[in-house]
């Protein structure tokens, strides 16, 4: 402690002479964790939470600013810019709000939907079975298209519905998280574009953006939500949503009363708007340390081509699938072209059980994670391959990923 | 530029070979931030956020880790058991939640009014409008006792207005931070006991708790919501409720549906009851690092009796209080007596504005902060004085905030 103490002392009289007590501060630290270090970080390989740049991480403990000062209303007013570059979007309306992903759907369902008004769900697991539940909470009539467990539902089903009634809105899971399956989000809106143009299109894109391509403008896409943990590569507690111009203008002509206070988009529309003009407002306060952690990664994330980020993303997820398939195991996803490229939802060998596998890969210092979907939870694993493990990889993330789940399956005594 | 790429190859060398690469990322870090320091940090000395302690903006930066992961659990579950430690509460349920304080007010009036129900508002400024606002939004009759700008309405007022009807809850804002006014939450518990026992008692905590005595079993309160980044000491992002054992009852009972997707207790209790017994559980991603955060500065807050701490807050706001006076400045509030001690809302002398003593307060490395309250925002400022700038008195700030007050308004020809 001795050592520690003089450390400590050193920094308080370096502070008052020099200044540099953010310096010192951050060396004493790292001191401190290496006394307290027992064991090694464990990669995090799940579906979200992904790996966090230390750049980012370093924003997340920028010293305490106020979120209306000259310094940081800049940071939120290029994060909004930068969205709508990831986007590729030039009209489309970043917002930026403290909360989860899921607090996106609130914001679909309490401002675009009025009470009694038709959306149609498009259903590949856990996440379309909530989106729903959440739509129905704020008094929507919903319809869903769903298919089995790894499949998604063909164009021609959906056109079949769509055309059945008005639908005021559909909503398309990307990617659901829980099964690892992705829909071809272009190919639906270019549909509901013929069949029913009036129908707004609702991307959650929660597990896809940053990860696959989204292109708001030329898709006609009406609202992408997300949220800060998956190919965003910012720690959770951000939901970020991007509406259209069209959408905003239904928000602004509904009849009835927008149904939630802290999603309503009457509150966060003029903070986004006088951001952007890098001008401070306020309705409640925003989570400075994570929108700066949001731009570092934002201006990271933007500094390459983003086609070459999508092109990485699906190179590594098939170099992924490849290797997990000649281990002769087997996909939630029926067909490789209906796979995710941010994720990997696999099959237990027969024998072998989360109880077994998981803790197993543990020991390797990697995290993966257990089921979601409900109806085969116990039945299969998920790998995350977003962000700076698919675009650095000199890191080695991904190798050493797949090294530890074939040397836990031979551990655990399977043979292909 | 060769000097970083050494140490950045020596880091990555280090890593290989020792793995102790937490540690020399930090120093390099340390060294980088060195060579981009232009200007030294602001003091944060508004009323929310305030500064945070070294410690906590470490755990901000905690590397990747899953919601679910053994490390994470434990931390979790023990902030929960902390916030019952905080708010002196045996069976009070504590929620820790992604969003902004703002957020608590939707999960008190979807979750606990129904559409129909009357519900007092005790209004003592901005916070108290928005809380009505709210409250509205859900479907709740709303009547309110509101004082003058400086005031707070009186125990008879209140007593008055409480027997008119039955109301299903009475919401009290603790301090509004836009006048910086205070009222008596045990005394008007206590009222609220004895004229209407059966309306719950709701306190708006954002701006007192961790600063202001609460107490919610010996006061009888039903729900204390405040967030992170006010005198508990953890950046914004955190929406933090504790719900008494009668309010979760009064919630399961309910007889009309929740009105909130993303706010419904439905979904956010099994996931508290989960961490706190050392599971993991899952409805949406929680904030990992802030909930990190939260942890460590909830053990440096517990680690001295919480006495000790609000008297603390108690002095320091009277020296605050007796220096700006001496100044012959007048407070918002109309009286000491119902002055909040976390912090100071002050009218401009004669002759000063905002755009002159704002920038000239931070001119010396202080920020404070403009008026809120609508029909005066543009005569008044706050100065927040709360967590560690009060309970470690050697780090200077208040001196520093006092002194850079008193000098910037000299430099504006101010005289007493």
Not at 261 to 280: D, T, V
């Amino acid at each position: 402690m001795s050592t520690f103490r003089f450390l400590y002392n050193f920094r308080i009289g370096f502070n008052k002479k020099f200044g540099v007590v953010n310096i010192l501060n951050n060396c004493y630290k790292s001191i401190r964790i290496l006394s307290t270090m027992t064991t090694p970080h464990k990669l995090c390989m799940v579906p979200g939470p992904v790996e966090f740049h230390e750049d980012v991480l370093t924003s997340m403990s920028t010293p305490s600013d106020s979120h209306v000062s000259p310094s940081f209303i800049p940071i939120f007013g290029e994060s909004i810019e930068l969205l709508r570059k990831l986007f590729f979007t030039n009209k489309g309306q970043p917002f930026i709000v403290s909360g989860s992903g899921t607090l996106g759907w609130d914001m679909v369902a309490s401002n675009l939907v009025e009470p009694g008004e038709d959306v149609l769900v498009v259903n590949t697991g856990y996440f379309g079975d909530s989106f729903y539940e959440c739509l129905k909470v704020y008094g929507a009539k919903v319809t869903q298209a769903k298919a089995e467990i790894g499949d998604r539902p063909s164009l021609e089903t959906i056109a079949d519905i769509l055309i059945s009634k008005k639908f005021k809105a559909i909503t398309i899971t990307h990617v659901d998280t829980s099964t690892g399956v992705i829909v071809d989000v272009k190919a639906i809106a270019e549909l509901v574009k013929q069949k029913s143009p009036d129908t707004l299109i609702i991307v959650d894109g929660v597990c896809s953006a940053g990860a696959e391509e989204i292109r708001v403008d030329e898709w006609g896409l009406d609202v992408v939500l997300t949220a800060s943990q998956k190919a965003l590569g910012v720690p959770p507690g951000l939901s970020i949503v991007i509406a259209s111009e069209r959408a905003i203008g239904v928000y602004k002509q509904r009849k009835s009363p927008i149904t939630s206070y802290y999603a309503s988009w009457a509150h966060w529309l003029p903070i986004m708007i006088a951001y952007e003009s890098r001008k401070g407002a306020y309705f409640a306060t925003p989570p400075v340390q994570l929108i700066y952690a949001l731009n570092t990664s934002l201006k990271l994330i933007t500094s390459i081509p983003l086609e070459t980020r999508f092109q990485q993303h699906k190179e590594t997820s098939n170099r992924v699938k490849d290797t997990i398939e000649a281990m002769g195991l087997r996909f939630i996803p029926k067909s490789r072209e209906i796979a995710a490229n941010g994720m990997t939802a696999v099959y237990y060998p027969e024998g072998i059980q989360a109880l077994d596998l998981l803790p197993k890969v543990a020991g390797h210092n990697i995290l993966i994670a257990g089921g979601l979907h409900k109806s085969i939870a116990s039945k299969y694993f998920r790998i995350g391959h977003m962000g700076i493990s698919v675009t650095e990889p000199n890191r080695g993330h991904i190798d050493k990923t797949i090294e530890s789940l074939e040397i836990s399956l031979k551990e655990l005594g399977y043979k292909k």
